[in-house]
Each structure stands twice: as structure tokens, then as C-alpha cells.
Nanobody, 119 residues
Framework: QVQLVESGGGLVQVGGSLRLSCAAS????????IGWFRQSPGKEREFVAS????????TYADSVKGRFTISRDNVKNTVYLQMDRLEPEDTAVYYC????????????WGQGTQVTVSS
């Protein structure tokens, strides 16, 4: 069973940067993709970015294109989300999830890490 643990959140000013980490234990190499999602109070969880475990193809939400970069370290079994030029609208709890196959939904959610962008 794959377990995911997020870290790296914190408080940052507008325009600042943070790097989130999603450490995977178990057999993450069996995954189709790892994705980052976020959820703000009163809102549904929304997709941020994803990366295919094999091949490294990345996908981004329009709201973060050009500002966020997702990457993976296969040796460390870790997926990163580099967040630059942060905006107050990026404030949320960030979660990583695993998609085992192209047909399956994201699962194996971690506990989340809080990102707060102050203006």
C-alpha cells in the first residue's frame, strides 16, 4: 500500500516561493501519476498539477501555469511542487494523491500541508 506524506508548507508573502514535497512509501513506481491538489475553506478540492511516474509528463491547472513546477525524484520516491510568484489566492491546504492507473481516481491522500500567502 502506497502512503504519501506532504511537507514544506508555511507562511509566505505575496510574490514569494515555497517548495512542497510529497514523499511516497510502498511501491510508488507502480503508480500512473502523482498529483497535487488544494482545498480552501468552503471550496472543493481542486487540481493543481500532476506528473506521470513513468516518462515525467506534466499537467497544470491554468491558474498555476508558469508559476508552479512539478517534478519527481525516482530515487527518493518524492514528488515536488515548486511554487513561485505566490498569490493570496494560492492559500490553501495542499494534498498529494496517487493515481494507480489512467482509469482510477486519485487516492492515497496524505494529511496535507498548509500554505498561507499574506498580502
Amino acid at each position: 500500500q502506497v502512503q504519501l506524506v506532504e511537507s514544506g508548507g508555511g507562511l509566505v508573502q505575496v510574490g514569494g516561493s515555497l517548495r512542497l514535497s510529497c514523499a511516497a512509501s510502498g511501491r510508488p513506481f507502480d503508480s500512473y501519476a502523482i498529483g497535487w491538489f488544494r482545498q480552501s475553506p468552503g471550496k472543493e478540492r481542486e487540481f493543481v498539477a500532476s506528473i506521470r511516474w513513468s516518462g515525467g509528463i506534466t499537467t497544470y491547472a491554468d491558474s498555476v501555469k508558469g508559476r508552479f513546477t512539478i517534478s519527481r525524484d525516482n530515487v527518493k520516491n518524492t514528488v515536488y511542487l515548486q511554487m513561485d510568484r505566490l498569490e493570496p489566492e494560492d492559500t490553501a491546504v495542499y494534498y498529494c494523491g496517487r493515481k494507480s492507473t489512467i482509469l482510477m481516481p486519485y487516492r492515497n491522500w496524505g494529511q496535507g500541508t498548509q500554505v498561507t500567502v499574506s498580502s
